[in-house]
């Protein structure tokens, strides 16, 4: 199983690099359509839309349907949830009267569970014990197969950056912690929101931070012939080594991607 990360594209259509936002979204599409296998799924992560608005969220679906893989999608603190959900409502996964963008996809050998961090107040994340409930609740509705989380904002501390600490407090960040170590079925958590690539642990689970799809938005230091070229990661999952991560620049020959990250077995999780 091959799953595509892509996150925060912040698509805006009024800000100086808008016309560029739009070009790395949609050669990031491109790109994953030009796979070779081609991914299963892929798992927008968050912040598809930097004002939330529904003209913002009209040019992401436009973009978003010409992948040729099922695409799910996660609401980042710039994403508005109601117009999220009313613009990807037609793709089906999406519970039309739910308070929070979670979901679980049962289609695959691993388990695609989404979760929602989003906070009213601020642009870090939360998690109340509502969602406490909900997550623990959809990680135990099936038993028989691993699984992968996929949050906006990281479940650890990046130790790189202005902030470290992505969630509002660190107990809203343990409960999260908590919730996803509580069956040792979740064996790995895909996160966006820092526009860096970072790793991290929640316990004994994997977890990771894919960088930016917005290259005017990245952070870290690339070199100079990056600068125009959206980076996103594909995971491949096997059932005896877990999932294995590779960063994919788009737009550079296959050879020049950067074989990166993480590689951990079920047994661990
Ligand atoms: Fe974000």
Redesign the pocket.
């Given at each position: 199983m091959i799953i595509a990360q892509i996150s925060?594209t912040h698509l805006a259509l009024d800000t100086p690099d808008a016309v560029q936002r739009i070009s790395d979204f949609e050669r990031t599409i491109a790109d994953l359509n030009a796979l070779d296998p081609a991914p299963d799924v892929i798992v927008h992560t968050?912040?598809v839309v930097h004002h939330g608005r529904q003209d913002e969220y009209a040019e992401a679906v436009r973009i978003l349907s010409k992948a040729r893989a099922p695409v799910y999608v996660l609401a980042?603190?710039?994403d508005d949830r109601a117009n999220l959900r009313a613009a990807f409502a037609p793709f089906g996964y999406l519970a039309p009267d739910s308070k929070f963008i979670d979901y679980a996809i049962e289609d695959h050998p691993v388990r695609l569970i989404a979760v929602d961090t989003l906070s009213a107040s601020s642009?870090k994340g939360d998690f109340c014990p509502e969602r406490v409930k909900r997550l623990i609740d959809m990680i135990d509705a099936e038993t028989g197969k691993p699984i992968a989380v996929f949050t906006?904002h990281p479940p650890f501390e990046v130790m790189v950056g202005p902030e470290r600490l992505h969630f509002e407090t660190v107990e809203m960040m343990d409960r999260l912690r908590q919730a996803l170590q509580h069956s040792g079925r979740v064996i790995t958590v895909f996160s966006?929101?820092v526009h860096r690539a970072a790793e991290g642990h929640v316990g004994h689970i994997r977890a990771s931070v894919v960088q930016c799809i917005a290259t005017t938005l990245r952070k870290g230091t690339y070199p100079p012939q990056m600068k125009a070229h959206p980076v996103y990661h594909l995971h491949r999952y096997d059932p005896a080594w877990g999932f294995i991560t590779e960063t994919r620049i788009v737009g550079m020959a296959a050879a020049a991607s950067i074989d990166s990250a993480a590689r951990e077995t079920i047994g661990a999780a």
């Open positions: 925060d968050g912040d980042g603190n710039k642009n906006h966006g929101h």
